[in-house]
């Protein structure tokens, strides 16, 4: 069986922490004002919503001091499955006014082995609004039939009584209402568009002319051109006709050049033959420059010699001037040493003859200057031998440049005799050419030498000059015709284009005019679709009202104990007015205006519970007060009465008197300073 098990609140107005456990059947929440009992229905609709009525904020719902709010509610589905849903407002660190909301929703399959498996949570990024799928599917309940046929809330119920334009949307009568809205308006945004249509067809009318006027302009286009590029393919055959007798005038033109280019060759190497002899002479006799070059290099290896004897010389010369140094040197030393002597050696401390050293001493100095008058002979020599080596030196790059020079003579010499045979060669095959240049010349005009390059010239030049004229004049005309066809080509891309664009502009015209016409004849039958669901809703709502009024005086007879009271109860299909028949008055008035605060209450009491029936099976409904204003008799009597009904598996009711029902569960509520708690009984 559906319904409510268990709800825990914590921090929760005046909830510290409570737990309530509930069963199938009717349930009774009692206690004194003010002790608690409506705030369980708020708390049940919090953890459902996520909020209570449409008043109270979680920062409303929170007991002051406490770090957030929270709601635990377990209950059993429509489909036999448990689910446990948690919801909390906390405050984040450092927050006084600001709160966070969570949510957790559990389910437990029924089955051999139940286990609890999660489902959604708000941790997880799952969305308020796929929750609320969820709960709407396991219970069967939305935010609209809560407010009209589940949360009775105190003072509010005959409220019914008077219409309520949510009832289109509890008994399914709104969707049909926007369907029918939407066909008509679809409808009238399609009459809208389909007022253009006029319009279209004309454009279309005027697209079409342009268009045949175009076809027409482009075939006669293609006409002409056709026309000039047959005149254009004669004027190139002539053009190559006339290029074939000026490419037969190549043999004349080319033995023409060929002469001229061969009297100019050989005028060109008579000039240079003679150049070439005048700068050959010029260098000299090649015998004399030959007997020169061998004369330079006889004299370069003469002073080669002499150079290499100089230098063996001076080799023994130079070994003698550093024996006389060496010598001298040594000389030096003794006499240095000599002199230096005391009467006791330095040197192994022996005791020196002062005699023998005075004696030694000439000796030493003679031998010094016999010394050193050699090494000054020998450095003399060597000095005079340096001497003789450099004017040996000087003779010898003396002789090398005058061989050198020499060489350079008889080479330019030899140069320029072979430039002289080079210039002879050139000359005779200069000679050789003109000569077979003027027998192909006579080939073409017979003239004497000295006018044959004339009389060829005037020829091939007087029928190149008539070509060429020719040819230019066809040049021109051929010119003129690409020119035409090039404008004709370009009209022709003008007008393609242009007919293009007035086919897209047909296309899309016609296509536009299509869908106007057709949008004429759907909006036709969307006006009679709006009127069959206009008849639906009024269908709808004749139905689900009918089927009110007969539930609401059947729970209304049941609850009052009477059946005499109301003849018959009415619900105005367009407003939802409930309208009553008393017998005692034998007329049809609403009931919100003809009966007492009690009547209302339980006509309005009983048009809620058959609401919830029509709407559901609803898992529950909460009730809060129903009792209210009504004497202790009749409050005991419509207890006992309201637990008989079973519009619903279970049914929690909120009364603030000590009363209670057979077989009902009753859990009182207790106020102990600014907390409340429960009592179980």
Known sequence: MSGISRLRLVGFRRYEDATFSFEPGTTFLEGENNAGKTSVFYAIEYALFG????????????????????????FVGRDGASYRLQRAHLRPPGSRTRLTGHFTLWVTDPGPEPTERYLLSSDFEDQETTLQLVLQKALGVTRRGWDLAVHLEQGRVPDILDGDPKLDIVLGVSASVLVEEELRGMALEREKAANELPALEASLAHLTSEREARTARLVSLGETRA????????????????????????????????????ERALASASTECARAVERRDAQGDGTTLGAAVRQAEADVVSSEERRRALEERKKPLRQAVRDAQARQGDVDGRLTRARGLSEVCETCGQRVDPDHVHALIPAL?????????????????EAALEAELSAAQAALEQARVAAHRAEEAARRHADADAEVERATAELQSAEQALSTARVEARAQVDAPDDELLAALRARYEAERDRLREARVRLVADADHARQRVDELEEEEARVTDDLRRID????????????????????????????????????????????????????????????????????????????????DLGRRVPAG?????????????????????QVGPVP??????????????????????????????????????????????????????????????
Do not use: N, W
């Open 593 to 613: 205006q003809a009966q007492g605060g009690g009547h209302r209450l339980l006509l309005g009491l009983a048009a809620r519970l058959a609401l919830a029936e």
């Open 365 to 381: 100095e003679q031998e010094r200057a016999t010394a050193t008058a050699a090494l000054d002979a020998a450095l003399a020599e």
């Open 51 to 74: 909020r209570a009525r449409t008043t109270l904020s979680a920062t409303e719902l929170i007991r002051p001091k406490a770090k957030g709010v929270g709601v635990e509610l377990c």
């Open 620 to 681: 529950f409904v909460l009730l809060d007060e129903p009792t209210y204003g009504l004497d202790a008799r009749r409050r005991a009597s419509l207890l006992e009465r309201i637990t008989e009904l079973g519009v619903t598996e279970q049914m929690l009711l909120i009364t603030h008197h000590d009363v209670g029902a057979a077989g009902a569960k009753v859990v009182r509520v207790v106020r102990d300073g600014a907390t409340s708690r429960v009592e179980e009984r």
């Open 227 to 262: 026309e000039l590029q047959r005149q254009l393919s004669d004027v190139e055959a002539r053009t190559s006709e006339l290029d074939a007798q000026l490419a037969a005038l190549a043999p004349a033109r080319a033995a023409a050049q060929a002469l001229e280019e061969a």
């Open 504 to 583: 897209r502009e047909h296309a899309a015209t016609e296509t536009k005019a299509y869908g106007l016409r057709a949008d004429a004849v759907l909006a036709a039958r969307l006006r009679v679709l709006a009127k069959g669901f206009k008849q639906v809703q009024q269908d709808l709502r004749e139905q689900a009202t009918a089927a009110m009024a007969e539930r609401t005086l059947s729970i209304h007879r049941h609850l009052s104990g009477d059946d005499q009271e109301l003849k018959d109860v009415v619900i105005d299909p367009k407003r939802y007015v409930v309208e009553v028949t008393p017998r």
